[in-house]
């Protein structure tokens, strides 16, 4: 299973860079495509493709989505590594969320960008009683998002209570999480408070 990755790269990215061999035939299908008929394609696209649908409009919606949704996101990812076997016994791939996050981050939204982050974290830290391998991988995944947070509140143009509810964030999961979630997510939060 593939490790969770900032990477910006993605398989829906390549037109920009497409194979040798692809370049010029995909180039020349874009200039010659009928406006509408491309528009109905990508509209087609958009509605089968989830993981497409989310970088689309991490590129070009200027209103993301809320934590609680990409949570709920996240949730329905265990629940289908569940479906089975009532715990999670291999590493489930987040990339795509990393992939919109760095979206938001290549535009400057930071905001939304800490958004996602701040989803993942939280979607492994409350979802560890279902992990029951692969530990060292989830320990990243949520260090990776949870880091990310941490930079994008930091680089983020918010005022000071927008700032403060994004501390008080980090905040209530240490009070509540476990283990070295709670340690970590107070670092989080002593890291905020120092800048």
Request: charged share 35%; glycine share 4%.
């Amino acid at each position: 299973m593939a490790q969770a990755s900032a990477s910006t790269s993605s398989p829906f990215c390549w037109t920009s860079q497409p194979p040798k061999d692809e370049g010029e035939q995909v180039e020349r299908l874009l200039q010659d495509a009928d406006p509408d008929a491309l528009r109905s394609f990508l509209l087609g696209e958009l509605v089968r493709n989830h993981d497409l649908r989310n970088r689309f409009r991490a590129r070009f919606d200027d209103e993301g989505r809320s934590v609680e949704e990409y949570r709920d996101d996240i949730d329905q990812l265990f629940d289908e590594y569940t479906v089975e076997y009532p715990v999670v016994t291999e590493a489930i791939d987040f990339s795509h969320f990393f992939e919109q996050a760095e979206q938001y981050r290549t535009r400057d939204r930071y905001s939304e960008a800490a958004t996602i982050y701040r989803a993942v974290a939280e979607g492994v830290e409350t979802n560890e009683d279902r992990i029951d391998a692969a530990y060292d991988y989830y320990a990243r995944t949520f260090q990776t998002a949870l880091d990310g947070y941490v930079k994008c509140v930091q680089a983020a143009d918010l005022d000071d209570g927008e700032r403060q509810d994004a501390i008080a964030a980090l905040s209530e999961r240490a009070g509540e999480a476990i283990g070295p979630y709670a340690e970590r997510y107070q670092d989080a939060v002593d890291t905020l408070d120092s800048n």
